[in-house]
Nanobody, 119 residues
């Protein structure tokens, strides 16, 4: 059984910073990538940042230069450092773990953490 748990959301003023964390729990995990998405009500979930195992990180244009994704492979955790936050960054942030088991690859989602940026 795989469990993905996000933490670190909250309320911050514009220009402030928050650090989100995502932990993946399970046994014998082969995590090929960890990705952050965000979503507002009535809007499609959008990509924020990705960190593949052994590959380059990727960011949405809207967060480049402000957000940094990092991974602690030993602990199966990923962090999203968010600086210079803007009101338009307000959303529920979700972490997705892409896990390979044999020939199968599955995605596992966390429950989400709310980020609210006030102007």
């Amino acid at each position: 059984q795989v469990q993905v748990v996000e933490s670190g959301g909250g309320l911050v003023q514009a220009g402030g910073s928050l650090r989100l964390s995502c932990a993946v729990f399970g046994s014998a995990l082969d995590i090929t990538a960890m990705t952050w998405y965000r979503q507002n009500p009535g809007i499609e979930r959008e990509f924020v940042a990705v960190i593949p195992s052994g590959g380059n990180t990727g960011y949405a244009d809207s967060v480049k230069g402000r957000f940094t994704i990092s991974r602690d492979s030993a602990k199966n955790t990923v962090n999203l450092q968010m600086n210079n936050l803007k009101p338009e960054d307000t959303a529920v942030y979700y972490c997705r773990a892409t896990i390979r088991k044999g020939l199968t690859v599955n995605n596992y989602w966390g429950q989400g953490t709310q980020v609210t940026v006030s102007s």
